[in-house]
Protein backbone atom coordinates (compact mmCIF):
# COMPACT_ATOMS: atom_id res chain seq x y z
CA UNK A 1 0.00 0.00 0.00
CA UNK A 2 1.44 3.39 -1.03
CA UNK A 3 2.14 5.85 1.77
CA UNK A 4 0.08 8.56 2.99
CA UNK A 5 0.30 11.85 1.36
CA UNK A 6 0.98 14.97 3.55
CA UNK A 7 1.11 18.14 1.78
CA UNK A 8 2.45 21.30 2.95
CA UNK A 9 -0.26 23.01 5.12
CA UNK A 10 -1.34 19.79 6.85
CA UNK A 11 -0.48 17.11 9.15
CA UNK A 12 -0.75 13.72 10.63
CA UNK A 13 -1.28 12.47 14.09
CA UNK A 14 -0.08 9.58 15.30
CA UNK A 15 -1.85 8.84 19.10
CA UNK A 16 -0.28 5.70 20.89
CA UNK A 17 -2.22 3.42 23.47
CA UNK A 18 -1.33 1.11 26.06
CA UNK A 19 -2.71 -1.52 28.37
CA UNK A 20 -1.51 -2.57 31.09
CA UNK A 21 -1.80 -5.91 30.55
CA UNK A 22 -1.10 -6.73 26.98
CA UNK A 23 2.18 -6.80 25.43
CA UNK A 24 0.91 -4.32 22.37
CA UNK A 25 0.93 -0.62 21.02
CA UNK A 26 -2.05 0.27 19.88
CA UNK A 27 -2.59 3.68 17.02
CA UNK A 28 -5.20 5.82 15.94
CA UNK A 29 -4.39 8.37 13.33
CA UNK A 30 -6.17 11.83 12.01
CA UNK A 31 -4.88 14.06 9.01
CA UNK A 32 -5.64 17.78 10.01
CA UNK A 33 -4.71 20.78 8.34
CA UNK A 34 -2.01 23.33 10.57
CA UNK A 35 -4.22 26.25 11.39
CA UNK A 36 -1.16 28.54 11.47
CA UNK A 37 2.16 27.65 10.71
CA UNK A 38 4.50 27.18 12.15
CA UNK A 39 3.22 23.98 13.92
CA UNK A 40 4.98 24.01 17.26
CA UNK A 41 5.89 21.22 19.85
CA UNK A 42 3.23 23.02 22.14
CA UNK A 43 0.79 22.07 19.46
CA UNK A 44 1.26 18.58 19.97
CA UNK A 45 1.34 18.64 23.41
CA UNK A 46 -2.38 20.44 23.50
CA UNK A 47 -3.10 17.85 20.91
CA UNK A 48 -1.95 14.73 22.99
CA UNK A 49 -3.78 16.04 25.87
CA UNK A 50 -7.12 16.51 23.98
CA UNK A 51 -7.17 13.17 22.55
CA UNK A 52 -6.47 11.59 25.76
CA UNK A 53 -9.87 13.93 27.28
CA UNK A 54 -11.88 12.81 24.26
CA UNK A 55 -10.84 8.92 24.28
CA UNK A 56 -10.80 8.79 28.35
CA UNK A 57 -13.78 7.80 29.10
CA UNK A 58 -14.18 4.73 27.01
CA UNK A 59 -11.38 3.17 29.02
CA UNK A 60 -10.10 2.31 32.58
CA UNK A 61 -6.75 3.50 34.51
CA UNK A 62 -5.37 0.42 33.04
CA UNK A 63 -5.06 2.26 29.33
CA UNK A 64 -2.24 5.21 29.34
CA UNK A 65 -2.46 7.67 26.40
CA UNK A 66 1.24 7.00 25.90
CA UNK A 67 2.79 8.95 23.04
CA UNK A 68 1.40 11.49 20.04
CA UNK A 69 3.78 11.96 16.87
CA UNK A 70 3.11 14.75 13.98
CA UNK A 71 4.31 14.34 11.00
CA UNK A 72 4.10 17.83 9.07
CA UNK A 73 3.98 18.00 5.41
CA UNK A 74 7.27 19.59 4.20
CA UNK A 75 8.99 20.45 0.89
CA UNK A 76 11.38 17.79 1.85
CA UNK A 77 11.00 15.10 4.36
CA UNK A 78 7.81 15.65 7.06
CA UNK A 79 8.68 17.33 10.03
CA UNK A 80 8.52 15.24 13.02
CA UNK A 81 7.53 15.78 16.43
CA UNK A 82 6.66 13.84 19.20
CA UNK A 83 5.28 13.67 22.98
CA UNK A 84 5.00 11.55 25.67
CA UNK A 85 2.11 11.45 27.92
CA UNK A 86 0.76 9.84 31.53
CA UNK A 87 -2.73 10.03 30.87
CA UNK A 88 -5.26 7.15 32.23
CA UNK A 89 -8.67 6.37 31.08
CA UNK A 90 -11.46 7.31 33.30
CA UNK A 91 -14.04 4.41 33.07
CA UNK A 92 -14.53 2.28 35.79
CA UNK A 93 -13.06 -1.21 35.65
CA UNK A 94 -13.61 -2.91 32.42
CA UNK A 95 -12.57 -6.38 30.62
CA UNK A 96 -11.31 -5.86 27.21
CA UNK A 97 -12.43 -7.97 24.60
CA UNK A 98 -9.25 -9.50 22.51
CA UNK A 99 -7.16 -7.26 21.51
CA UNK A 100 -7.53 -6.67 18.25
CA UNK A 101 -11.30 -5.99 18.20
CA UNK A 102 -12.23 -2.03 18.30
CA UNK A 103 -14.51 0.36 18.27
CA UNK A 104 -14.80 2.04 14.86
CA UNK A 105 -15.62 5.26 13.93
CA UNK A 106 -16.62 6.79 10.23
CA UNK A 107 -14.87 9.47 9.01
CA UNK A 108 -17.23 11.46 6.54
CA UNK A 109 -16.45 13.38 3.59
CA UNK A 110 -18.47 15.60 1.53
CA UNK A 111 -17.89 13.37 -1.45
CA UNK A 112 -18.81 9.59 -1.98
CA UNK A 113 -16.72 6.73 -3.11
CA UNK A 114 -14.26 4.75 -1.49
CA UNK A 115 -11.64 7.04 -2.00
CA UNK A 116 -13.51 10.14 0.39
CA UNK A 117 -14.09 7.88 3.16
CA UNK A 118 -12.11 6.40 6.02
CA UNK A 119 -11.85 4.90 9.42
CA UNK A 120 -11.03 5.71 12.87
CA UNK A 121 -10.21 2.73 15.25
CA UNK A 122 -10.16 2.80 18.89
CA UNK A 123 -8.65 0.21 20.80
CA UNK A 124 -9.60 -2.17 23.75
CA UNK A 125 -13.19 -2.53 23.64
CA UNK A 126 -15.49 -3.23 26.38
CA UNK A 127 -16.27 -6.89 26.71
CA UNK A 128 -19.26 -6.33 28.45
CA UNK A 129 -20.59 -3.64 25.65
CA UNK A 130 -20.57 -6.20 22.36
CA UNK A 131 -23.02 -8.46 21.38
CA UNK A 132 -22.13 -12.35 20.42
CA UNK A 133 -22.72 -10.80 16.78
CA UNK A 134 -19.99 -8.24 17.50
CA UNK A 135 -22.50 -5.52 17.80
CA UNK A 136 -21.94 -2.90 20.86
CA UNK A 137 -25.20 -2.34 23.02
CA UNK A 138 -27.04 0.36 23.26
CA UNK A 139 -25.35 1.96 26.29
CA UNK A 140 -21.67 0.86 24.93
CA UNK A 141 -23.17 2.73 21.18
CA UNK A 142 -24.45 6.02 23.51
CA UNK A 143 -20.85 6.46 25.00
CA UNK A 144 -19.13 6.28 21.35
CA UNK A 145 -20.97 8.06 19.93
CA UNK A 146 -20.51 11.37 22.48
CA UNK A 147 -16.02 10.40 22.45
CA UNK A 148 -16.85 10.36 18.71
CA UNK A 149 -17.79 14.07 18.69
CA UNK A 150 -15.43 14.98 21.37
CA UNK A 151 -12.61 13.48 19.31
CA UNK A 152 -13.58 16.63 16.56
CA UNK A 153 -14.02 19.05 18.93
CA UNK A 154 -11.38 18.28 21.25
CA UNK A 155 -8.51 18.31 18.31
CA UNK A 156 -9.76 21.31 16.99
CA UNK A 157 -10.03 23.40 20.45
CA UNK A 158 -7.28 25.51 21.68
CA UNK A 159 -3.31 24.82 21.27
CA UNK A 160 -3.69 21.86 19.21
CA UNK A 161 -2.43 23.88 16.21
CA UNK A 162 -5.29 22.23 14.00
CA UNK A 163 -7.57 24.13 11.45
CA UNK A 164 -10.10 21.01 10.86
CA UNK A 165 -9.55 17.45 10.42
CA UNK A 166 -8.70 15.87 7.01
CA UNK A 167 -8.54 12.51 5.42
CA UNK A 168 -5.26 11.93 3.95
CA UNK A 169 -4.97 10.15 0.52
CA UNK A 170 -2.25 7.67 -0.49
CA UNK A 171 -0.16 8.44 -3.86
CA UNK A 172 -2.40 8.01 -7.42
CA UNK A 173 -1.45 7.65 -10.96
CA UNK A 174 -3.68 10.63 -11.55
CA UNK A 175 -2.31 12.76 -9.54
CA UNK A 176 1.00 13.76 -8.18
CA UNK A 177 0.18 15.37 -4.84
CA UNK A 178 -3.85 13.77 -3.91
CA UNK A 179 -5.06 17.25 -2.08
CA UNK A 180 -6.01 16.20 1.66
CA UNK A 181 -10.49 16.27 1.76
CA UNK A 182 -12.04 17.83 4.32
CA UNK A 183 -13.83 15.53 7.49
CA UNK A 184 -16.98 16.55 7.63
CA UNK A 185 -18.75 13.92 10.79
CA UNK A 186 -17.13 11.64 12.76
CA UNK A 187 -19.82 8.72 13.27
CA UNK A 188 -19.82 5.79 15.80
CA UNK A 189 -20.51 2.54 13.83
CA UNK A 190 -22.95 0.00 15.51
CA UNK A 191 -20.57 -2.68 15.50
CA UNK A 192 -16.80 -3.71 16.33
CA UNK A 193 -13.94 -3.71 13.88
CA UNK A 194 -10.87 -5.90 13.42
CA UNK A 195 -7.40 -3.80 12.69
CA UNK A 196 -4.39 -6.07 13.88
CA UNK A 197 -2.48 -3.49 12.05
CA UNK A 198 -3.08 -0.98 14.38
CA UNK A 199 -1.07 -3.51 17.19
CA UNK A 200 2.41 -2.74 17.11
CA UNK A 201 4.08 -5.06 19.24
CA UNK A 202 6.44 -3.82 21.91
Do not use: C
Request: net charge positive; hydrophobic share 45%; glycine share 10%.
Amino acid sequence: MADLVIPVGFGLWQFSMTHATIAHTAISGMGFSVATPPYTQANLNAALAAWATAVGPLHDAEVTYAKAVALIGNDGPAIRFESAGVATGGRAVVTISPPNVTYLVKKSTAFAGRRYRGRLYLPFVNSAGVTQTGQLSGAELTILSARATAISANLLGAGTGAGGLYLLHSESPLSELPLPTAIVNLTAETTVATQRRRLERS
